[in-house]
């Protein structure tokens, strides 16, 4: 146990899916893994642990923003030896030809500041996906056949923009959508020398404002759960 995980030692996998929603990660528990076990619920932090294909996962909500998924990604990673780490989240659009329910692979992901900023100071830290698991995402999302964009994201740490400008500016320079935890996850798989990935689903466009009917959300993210999974055990 942990100050924010109850799992007993041995009760989490190697392999941990983090939607920011615990109902996603319930949701996600129960509609893809064999068996699954709740084995964390400390502030209704949902984590469910079973198996897919015979593989043993955690699907564990990370809560929404940096300094809650960081509290989240350094417990398991420390504490409960979790090896591979994939974000299953929602996202913003910010270009034209990425559309809602299209996924996106985050390859790099820019901050403007996260709980690792006091670390880095003067530091610009680029972070980055385990390649390993970026290319077997983009084969599986191939395979799957859902449109797929990889580059670079942003990782926000507010949801209600007040910055015109940066959104201009992080559109110019092709940014392919906004959320709110990448950047700190890739961070710290980084420092700890573990296997990271964000596996997006654009769930609203920041130019059109189109975004997917509350009743779609589930079957939408489907393609990127299935895509995360297969990454994991490529
Ligand atoms: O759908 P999740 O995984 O929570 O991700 C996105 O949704 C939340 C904002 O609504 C933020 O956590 C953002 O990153
Ligand atoms: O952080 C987020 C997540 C989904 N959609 C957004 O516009 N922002």
Partial sequence: MTFHIGAKPGEIAETVLLPGDPYRARWAAQKYLENPVLVNEVRGMLGYTGTWRGQRVTIHGSGMGMPSLSIYATELMKDYGTQTLIRIGSAGALQNEVKVRDVVLAQTASTCGSPSRSIFRELNFAPCADFALLSA?????????????????????????????????????????????????????ARYKRRALAVLTISDHILTHEALPADQRETSFGAMVEVALEAAFA
């Fill in 137 to 189: 995402a983009h084969k599986a999302a191939l395979n799957i056949g859902v449109p797929v964009h990889v580059g670079g994201i942003f990782s926000s740490d507010t949801f209600y923009d007040e910055r015109q400008d940066l959104s201009d500016q992080l559109q110019r320079h092709g940014t392919l959508c906004v959320e709110m935890e990448a950047a700190e996850l890739y961070m710290l798989a």
